[in-house]
Nanobody, 119 residues
Framework: DVQLVESGGGSVQAGGSLRLSCGAS?????MGWFRQAPGKEREGVAR???????RYADSLEGRFTISKDNSKNTMYLQMNSLKPEDTAMYYC?????????????????WGQGTQVTVS
């Protein structure tokens, strides 16, 4: 199994920035970020594979950037111009093979989540 550990969440004012990190215990070809706001279903945010190909949810309007350090098996999510509606628990997910940015079933491995609160 692959263990995933997220970090970097916190509270920030609207317009601010946060950087989330997700470390994987083993090789993963594809990693993604999902989020779940209170009372809502979990939704895809972005994904990246080991070739550096990225995909994002259209709703992000270019405010978020996903990146990955393959040498460290670590993925990042730089979040800028944060809005209150970005408030959610953010989850890191990983797959050994291909994955989409929106299909949760693509990912067999999940982290525990890190809370992001924008006020």
């Amino acid at each position: 199994d692959v263990q995933l550990v997220e970090s970097g969440g916190g509270s920030v004012q609207a317009g601010g920035s946060l950087r989330l990190s997700c470390g994987a215990s083993a090789y993963t070809h594809c990693m993604g970020w999902f989020r779940q706001a209170p009372g809502k279903e979990r939704e895809g945010v972005a994904r990246i594979d080991n070739s550096g190909v990225t995909r994002y949810a259209d709703s992000l309007e270019g405010r978020f950037t996903i990146s990955k350090d393959n040498s460290k098996n670590t993925m990042y999510l730089q979040m800028n111009s944060l809005k209150p509606e970005d408030t959610a628990m953010y989850y890191c997910a990983a797959a050994r093979y291909g994955c989409t940015w929106y299909m949760q079933s693509d990912y067999p491995y999940w982290g525990q989540g890190t809370q992001v609160t924008v006020s």
